[in-house]
Nanobody, 115 residues
Framework: QVQLVESGGGLVQAGGSLRLSCVAS????????VGWSRQAPGKQREPVAT???????NYADSVKGRFTISKDNAKNTVFLQMNSLKPEDTAIYYC?????????WGQGTQVTVSS
């Protein structure tokens, strides 16, 4: 089973930027879709962005135009560039990859946006 480790979270003021990274323990991103989801306090986990094995991307409406997902297959790494951050973007951000019949998840990284 692949292991995923996120990094890059932190505290940022509204309007600022952060870049999240997620490194996989083995090469999975060449073959499977990978993405980011987030969970805010008291809310359900929600999808944020997805990138397929061929590089096609999809975004939640709430982040379109502000967030960009990308990947480096050679480094088994997926990125989430987050610009123009808003307080409502505050959440734990998780990366995931298609893994067998379901998904494998990282442990998450906290993003806090202050107003």
């Amino acid at each position: 089973q692949v292991q995923l480790v996120e990094s890059g979270g932190g505290l940022v003021q509204a309007g600022g930027s952060l870049r999240l990274s997620c490194v996989a323990s083995r090469s999975s991103f060449r073959t499977y879709a990978v993405g980011w989801s987030r969970q805010a306090p008291g809310k359900q986990r929600e999808p944020v962005a997805t990138i397929t094995s061929s590089g096609s991307t999809n975004y939640a409406d709430s982040v379109k135009g502000r967030f960009t997902i990308s990947k480096d297959n050679a480094k088994n790494t997926v990125f989430l560039q987050m610009n123009s951050l808003k307080p409502e973007d505050t959440a734990i951000y998780y990366c995931w990859v298609v893994c067998g019949p379901g998904h494998c998840w990282g442990q998450g990284t906290q993003v806090t946006v202050s107003s």
